[in-house]
T-cell receptor, first 118, second 111 residues
Framework: EAEVAQSPRYKITEKSQAVAFWCDPI?????LYWYRQILGQGPELLVQ????????DSQLPKDRFSAERLKGVDSTLKIQPAELGDSAMYLC????????????????FGAGSRLTVL | RKEVEQDPGPFNVPEGATVAFNCTYS??????FFWYRQDCRKEPKLLMS???SGNEDGRFTAQLNRASQYISLLIRDSKLSDSATYLC????????????FGAGTQVVVTP
């Protein structure tokens, strides 16, 4: 079964440091998502890519977070500087259909990157 | 008000029993609905889509009530392996079909 690859699985960092997460979606999936999930809450969309273009980053804290998907395949999410409140699971997901109004939007998630900021 | 709301539970269910729980959504124009399952410290996985007429997948039944703006999930003959958090997901009507996740309902099946 095809998987969404994420790394690192775990990251511990001190506040004010920079951290980066990497995601490789399922081959052929044009839509890629980064979600943040705080313990006890549901996933919150940070950014959505269609190929290499950002189509939704309305919830991305742009003063410290950045995301890119330069060649429309793998993607990197960066946080600089990290804050205590950034401690969470960062989930990458991909979808084989477009995110348009009638698309199916069936997401396959990666195993996630768990961030702890000290 | 949150766009997707769920009772966090936990719902403690004896093995073999039936459990049902709902999810309410605020956007009456929402078109697509899903249930995802998330095991502790794991990633969410699609359990089933929810169709207007209701649908079953084995022991799982999903229903949609547009008038009252809620969806439901019923699990029959609960198994220990059904213990998980069930996330309600609603697709928005924006151009890119943003998915809104609820906070999840925890189900604990006991022997």
């Amino acid at each position: 079964e095809a998987e969404v690859a994420q790394s690192p699985r775990y990251k511990i960092t001190e506040k004010s440091q920079a951290v980066a997460f990497w995601c490789d979606p399922i081959s052929g999936h044009a839509t890629l998502y980064w979600y943040r999930q705080i313990l006890g809450q549901g996933p919150e969309l940070l950014v959505q890519f269609q190929d290499e273009s950002v189509v939704d980053d309305s919830q991305l804290p742009k003063d410290r977070f950045s995301a890119e998907r330069l060649k429309g395949v793998d993607s990197t999410l960066k946080i600089q500087p990290a804050e205590l409140g950034d401690s969470a699971m960062y989930l990458c997901a991909s979808s084989y259909q477009t995110g348009g109004p009638t698309g199916a939007n069936v997401l396959t998630f990666g195993a996630g990157s768990r961030l702890t900021v000290l | 008000r949150k766009e997707v709301e769920q009772d966090p539970g936990p719902f403690n269910v004896p093995e073999g029993a039936t459990v049902a729980f709902n999810c309410t959504y605020s956007n009456s124009a929402s078109q697509s609905f899903f249930w995802y399952r998330q095991d502790c410290r794991k990633e969410p996985k699609l359990l089933m889509s929810v169709y207007s007429s209701g649908n079953e997948d084995g022991r799982f039944t999903a229903q949609l009530n547009r008038a009252s703006q809620y969806i439901s999930l019923l699990i029959r003959d609960s198994k220990l392996s059904d213990s998980a958090t069930y996330l309600c997901v609603v697709r928005e009507t924006d151009s890119w079909g943003k998915l809104q996740f609820g906070a999840g309902t925890q189900v604990v099946v006991t022997p």
